[in-house]
């Protein structure tokens, strides 16, 4: 928000009371016509929310209560404004106030249906930050069967193999949950857990994880599917690029307030973004999508994805200025750190090491994109002039709190940046205008994860 229209906000805010004393005042000795108060109050409420959440988009208690201030202010005003109830009102203002409240209870009458129908029928679309896990969970899981680059999940809704209990298993298992580097964007055979098996040779990697879900939901898979299962280790990887921003730090009311003012969380704003995002991703783009049969062996998946093995076949899944936006985004949260968030994503951490119990517990850290690429990421500051960006402070934090709790943790970075650039500057270990890794990545991350696996035991 520019500051002309901040501090016209605060301005309003700020002389909230005195607004409202003189409407109270006037109203007193004009009688208002009721209906149109009534009516003019919801239209500031719904105004003022709809307001907060397409333009901070963050939920913040303070900056809602000053939100709500400036709102109170508006309908003193309003109030001041309004003919009393004795004079003939004019047709004009009339039809005003009518066509205001009508948009504004639509407005409102489409979030509720998006909910309900979020509830009914769960989906990546209309998938909400403050949703309860479980509800997040089941809108973002893969469906058992469900065929991912011509591989089936197996019955749990993972892109893996069948889980097998302890005591039918032949060799040790670890258990690595994760986001959407879990969900992968590259067919099994190349996925990074797949990779450190064929390393290692001796020990089963369990790959539990979907896109979308942040460190609150690996809290839950950790208790629901990976305990049950009794592995050797457990392992969680956290995305750098935005599992700070998936953690939810709210507490108490402000789980309430949350599910309304931040943006992430109100659907009439929310899905047209995601349909805008989906219908800007390249046509080609399909092949990350939909694969009709299973490619039962390598060679057929190398037909069916070509890509696999020439990063210059690979389908850029997004455009040029959609993934910049995008990248600049996540780097705005990692690169400038709010603390409430720090902390609340350094205490899931702990929760997560807590409930692993007795079982060796371990966090993979997996750089975003620009942490590895170095012309992108000179974009993104270039992009953000008014930006106090940190490329590495989250990476930092992260392995110095697990150095000090006794976390075993695995800093893919080092890794990845010990990839000679390419003749074009880039490492090309991502895909093309993407935010997850390519086949090359996952070898190299598969690779580096291995001697980590083999000294959790």
């Known amino acids: 928000m ?9 301005l309003l805010a700020t002389l909230a009371p005195v607004l409202c004393l003189l409407a109270a005042r006037r109203a007193g000795r004009r009688r208002l016509h009721g209906p149109t108060v009534a009516r ?71 979030e509720v249906g998006l909910r309900i129908v979020a509830r009914v029928a769960p989906t990546t679309l209309l998938a909400r930050s403050a949703s309860g896990v479980e509800e997040r969970l089941a809108s973002l899981a893969f469906s058992p069967g469900e065929n991912h680059f011509g591989f089936p999940c197996n019955s749990r809704g993972f892109y893996d193999e069948e889980f097998l209990p302890r005591e039918r298993r032949a060799r040790p298992a ?73 953690v939810r730090p709210w507490t108490g009311i402000d789980w309430l307030l949350a599910g309304w003012f931040d943006r992430g969380n109100v659907l009439l704003l929310e899905l047209p ?41 690979e389908p850029g899944t997004f455009s040029g200025e959609e993934f910049l936006r995008v990248a600049t985004r996540y780097a705005a949260t990692f690169g400038s750190i709010a603390e409430r968030r720090w902390n609340a994503l350094a205490a899931r951490v702990l929760d997560l090491r807590e409930r692993a119990g007795p079982t060796p517990f371990g966090v993979i850290l997996i750089p975003d994109v620009s ?12 992009a953000s ?30 890794a990845l940046r010990a990839v000679p650039p390419g003749p074009d500057g880039d490492r090309h270990l991502y895909l093309r205008r993407d935010l997850h890794w390519n086949v090359r990545g996952n070898e190299v991350a598969g690779r580096a994860l291995a001697p980590f696996v083999r000294a959790l035991f």
Do not use: K
């Open 273 to 313: 973004r995601r349909l805008r995002v989906l219908s800007r991703e390249t046509s080609e783009t399909a092949v990350f999508r939909a694969v009709p049969g299973r490619a039962s062996a390598l060679e057929e998946v190398r037909a069916e994805f070509p890509w696999v093995d020439d990063v210059a076949l």
């Open 371 to 382: 942490m590895i690429e170095d012309a992108l990421w000179e974009r993104i500051v270039a």
């Open 385 to 414: 002039p008014d930006v106090a960006l940190d490329r590495h402070a989250l990476r930092e934090r992260l392995v110095a709190l697990c150095a000090a709790q006794g976390i075993p943790c695995l800093d893919l970075w080092p």
């Open 174 to 246: 670890v258990a690595v949950i994760g986001d959407s580097y879990s969900a992968s964007t590259v067919p099994h055979f190349f996925h990074y857990t797949t990779v450190c098996e064929r390393a290692l040779g001796d020990v089963d990697l369990l790959n539990l994880g979907w896109g979308g879900i942040g460190p609150d939901e690996y809290l839950r898979l950790l208790e629901r599917e990976a305990s049950p299962l009794a592995p050797e280790a457990i392992l969680v990887a956290l995305f750098l690029g935005n599992d700070l921003v998936e």
């Open 40 to 110: 003019l109050a919801f239209v500031v409420a719904v105004v003022t929310w709809l307001g907060y959440a397409a333009i901070l988009g963050e939920f913040h208690r303070v900056r809602v209560e000053v939100a709500a201030a400036a709102g109170a202010g508006a309908l003193g005003l309003l109030l001041l404004w309004v003919r009393p109830a004795e004079a003939a009102p004019r047709r004009g203002r009339r039809l005003a106030h009518v066509l205001a409240f009508d948009l504004c209870l639509l407005a409102l009458l489409a």
């Open 2 to 10: 520019d500051s002309p229209s901040a501090g016209a906000i605060l």
